[in-house]
């Protein structure tokens, strides 16, 4: 990970919990999406929702719930970049614990000719000037 993670907190709210008190585990995407979406703004100064991608694959191991209150902290970083493709790795965080890690693959693609295109080079310049030598 660089030095610095990139970090967003996110509120844990009270529509968020599930019958047992604790943040559903489906959730849980919704806040390492939102995360995705702050890092890709800051990081890369592109709005996801401006432009074409997908996810092709999304894992979440789960340690603890989060629960009503909690100070949650969502650290990402980019682990790969492929030629159409980033894998994004993401530690959900309370208190300085993780809670949940997961990880996401993300396709940038072009939905006029419905298939993958290359990742641009402003975005790859940009994630390891953030990243430094983490990425493979």
């Known amino acids: 990970m660089p030095s610095q993670p990139f970090v967003t907190q996110l509120p844990v709210r ?5 019958s047992f008190g604790h943040v ?13 979406m702050a890092y890709f703004e800051q990081v890369v100064g592109v709005d996801l929702a401006s432009v074409g991608t997908v996810v092709a694959s999304l894992s979440i ?6 629960e009503f209150g909690d100070d949650l902290a969502v650290e990402t970083r980019v682990s790969a970049i492929g030629t159409t493709s980033l894998t ?4 959900l965080r309370v208190d300085g614990d993780v809670v949940s890690t997961a ?18 080079e402003a975005w790859r ?8 030598d983490a990425i493979e």
């Not at 009270?14 to 599930?18: E, S, V, Y």
């Not at 191991?61 to 989060?66: E, F």
């Open 103 to 120: 990880t996401v693959v993300v396709v940038r693609y072009d939905y006029a000719a419905d298939e993958p295109v290359a990742v641009p």
């Open 24 to 36: 559903n585990t489906a959730v849980h995407a919704s806040y390492v999406e939102e995360a995705r």
């Open 14 to 18: 009270f529509r968020d919990l599930d």
């Open 125 to 132: 310049s940009a994630i390891v000037d953030f990243e430094g």
């Open 88 to 91: 994004l790795d993401h530690d």
């Open 61 to 66: 191991d789960y340690r603890r719930p989060i």
